[in-house]
């Protein structure tokens, strides 16, 4: 049922933050990856639906002499269709590519929140297409900032008609209040279904971002109002990936950061987890999840968070399986400088279950 595999043990360098997509025109698997530190975005194919990948490489090379570990990290890789890939990078902007990822871009500059913030950004885009003609015709992205000065996020949302290229005013919803990275997925009924990672419960003093939680939101307009968040898990696990199935279906894989106990001898655990809606995302079978992948940490204290995993990304196949990458630290050590390597990005090939 499930295939599990790490996809690069054999770099022994820092690969994080994976997004995949799937591109028929070509039938090929395209993967961003981050990679060492600081962070520098690479990308990779696969032209058999995940079983071999070609050597990665680098979408840019000027890194200047920035320090920021998280200045590059590449994110948010969506497939627009026709070829069109975009994704962005924190400092940078968006960068687009025509030829199906293997050229791109120089970076254009995105624009900020309702109240004139930078706009941070971490999943992908919502594509609708029209079906018979397999064109875009609106993208939806979500970002978010801090209210003033607390440590309260704020999500919002925008539209493009154009491939990305221009944008709607942006929304400040305020049932996402509390709320920072969204994933969006488009419902069989014709909703819009966002997955929200919530900021941490005001009763957990710890700061370690790993306590925030997961709920979803849903819009019946169109995206210009939601529901409020229904609350799936008040800590520990978030990340999440979305995807909706040939019947209607929606799958949802994120992390666990935090929730499982911890081994015999004393370690944290970590996994990657999938639940399923079969009412268009309003409700999920949280008893009957289905774990993808767990391993234990190699650590405790203050940084036995280094072994966790930092994303999902799932995409659907032609044959009906799935395909979800995730960040995994599971062999990390500190290195000269004090951070967790290598870290790796895993692959599971699976399949729902009837």
């Known amino acids: 049922m499930f295939q599990v595999r790490i996809l690069t043990e054999s770099w022994n360098r820092v690969v994080a933050v994976p997004y995949i997509v799937y591109m028929p025109e070509r039938d090929r698997i395209l993967m961003l990856v981050s990679v060492d530190y600081p962070h520098r975005p690479m990308v990779l194919w696969s032209d058999d639906r995940g079983r071999s990948w070609s ?35 924190e400092s940078k ?80 919803v305020p049932q996402w209040k509390g ?15 966002a997955a929200c990672r919530t900021d941490k419960p005001a009763h957990i003093e710890d700061t370690l971002d790993h306590y925030e939680g997961l709920g979803v939101s849903i819009s ?39 929730g499982y106990p911890d081994t015999a001898d004393g370690f944290p655990q970590f996994g990657i987890e999938a639940v399923i809606s079969r009412d268009h995302g309003r409700t999920w079978n949280l008893d009957d999840k289905i774990v993808l992948a767990e391993w234990a940490g190699n650590r405790q204290g203050p940084n036995a968070w280094w072994a966790s995993s930092q994303a999902t990304s799932t995409i659907l196949l032609p ?18 400088n004090n951070m967790a ?14």
């Open 55 to 89: 050597p990665p490489r680098f979408v840019y090379q000027d890194f200047g002499d920035d320090s920021d570990r998280g200045h590059h990290v590449g994110v948010s890789l969506t497939y627009l269709g026709g070829g069109n890939v975009v994704f962005s990078v």
């Open 93 to 172: 902007g968006r960068y687009f590519s025509e030829d199906f990822g293997e050229t791109w871009s120089e970076p254009v500059a995105r624009p900020p929140t309702s109240d004139g913030r930078h706009w941070y950004q971490w999943d992908s885009y919502l594509v609708d297409k029209i079906p018979a003609a397999g064109r875009t015709v609106r993208v939806a992205e979500t970002g978010y900032n801090y209210i003033g000065d607390t440590k309260t996020t704020q999500a919002e949302i925008r539209f493009s008609e154009d491939l990305c290229r221009t944008w709607s005013a942006p929304v400040r």
């Open 179 to 193: 709320v920072n990275e969204v994933a969006l997925v488009r419902a069989a009924n014709g909703d819009m279904v």
């Open 220 to 258: 019946s307009d169109d995206g210009h109002t939601w529901s409020p968040v229904n609350m799936l898990y008040d800590y520990g696990r978030h990340h999440p990936s979305l995807v909706r199935l040939g019947d209607g279906r929606i799958v949802m894989t994120y992390v666990v950061r935090k």
């Open 319 to 336: 044959d009906g399986r799935l395909l979800t990458a995730f960040g995994t630290g599971y062999r990390s050590q500190p290195n000269e």
């Open 341 to 354: 390597a290598p870290r790796d990005v895993g692959l599971v090939e699976w399949q729902v279950p009837s």
